[in-house]
């Protein structure tokens, strides 16, 4: 069964940090990239960070977030996590984690991608707000 479940969303103040979480199943973590994506109502799905689990040199940001946000990974936890860090109002939407066998629609500091729709797998998201 391939699953990614979500976590850490919630609501904070301007300037706070939160950590996001996606827990991938076996069959997923080990063998994919694991993208971060969030959206807002009415607006495409954004590209913020991405890399993949086995090659993990392979690590991509969005110029947008990078130097803010960091993805990072635990493989006993079968975990790739999203700290957020000085977060603004612009960062509030729903936050998802995606996989691919590979980091596709990446380049250096952008995500060229059509809105995540090379990715299989999805998770449910999480909502973050920031007020």
């Known amino acids: 069964h391939v699953q990614l479940v979500e976590s850490g969303g919630g609501s904070v103040q301007a300037g706070e940090s939160l950590r996001l979480s996606c827990k991938a199943s076996?069959?997923?973590?080990?063998?994919?990239?694991i993208a971060w994506f969030r959206q807002i109502p009415g607006k495409e799905r954004e590209g913020l960070a991405a890399?993949?689990?086995?090659?993990?040199?392979?690590?991509f940001y969005a110029a947008a977030v990078e130097g803010r946000f960091t993805i990072s990974q635990d493989n006993a936890e079968r975990t790739v996590y999203l700290q957020m860090n000085n977060l603004a109002p612009e960062d509030t939407a729903m936050y998802y984690c995606?996989?691919?066998?590979?980091?596709?629609?990446?380049?250096?500091?952008?995500?060229?991608?059509?809105?995540?729709?090379?990715?299989?797998?999805w998770g449910q998201g999480t909502q973050v707000t920031v007020s």
């Open positions: 076996i069959n997923i973590y080990g063998s994919h990239c």
């Open positions: 995606a996989a691919a066998p590979a980091c596709m629609g990446w380049v250096p500091g952008e995500y060229l991608g059509a809105g995540g729709s090379q990715y299989t797998y």
């Open positions: 890399r993949h689990t086995v090659e993990t040199g392979r690590t």
